[in-house]
């Protein structure tokens, strides 16, 4: 189990970038599948990214090739860089993981598959 914390949200315009950081503690994240997730006012709580053990990674369809996920073990954070941010990518933006035995990263769109997670940081794009 982790203890994950959010940071480097904040409010842009439209076409900006922002880079949020997850750090985890508590455990190592080098065996942990890693996630984000978000959720807009009114809305269900939606997967963005996730990056595997392997550094293997994968994003939903809406952030393909704006956002980036990437992880420093080293640093025991995961970071999901955000590029040509769009007013309808305002959200709550949550960090997530799943560690072992078994990191369920196969199926890494469902917030099931995830059995820690932070607090959030809230993302505001502004047109």
């Known amino acids: 189990q982790v203890i994950l914390a959010e940071s480097g949200g904040g409010s842009v315009q439209d076409g900006g970038s922002l880079t949020l950081s997850c750090t985890a503690s508590g455990d190592t994240i080098s065996s942990y599948c890693m996630g984000w997730f978000r959720q807009a006012p009114g809305m269900e709580r939606e997967a963005v990214a996730a990056i595997y053990v392997d550094g293997r990674n994968s994003r939903a369809e809406p952030v393909n090739g704006r956002f980036t996920i990437s992880r420093d073990n080293a640093k025991n954070t995961v970071y999901l860089q955000m590029n040509s941010l769009k007013v309808e990518d305002t959200a709550m933006y949550y960090c997530?993981?799943?560690?072992?035995?078994?990191?369920?990263?196969?199926?890494?769109?469902?917030?099931?598959?995830?059995?820690?997670w932070g607090q959030g940081t809230q993302v505001t794009v502004s047109s």
């Open positions: 997530a993981a799943d560690g072992p035995p078994s990191p369920r990263c196969s199926r890494w769109w469902e917030e099931k598959s995830f059995a820690d």
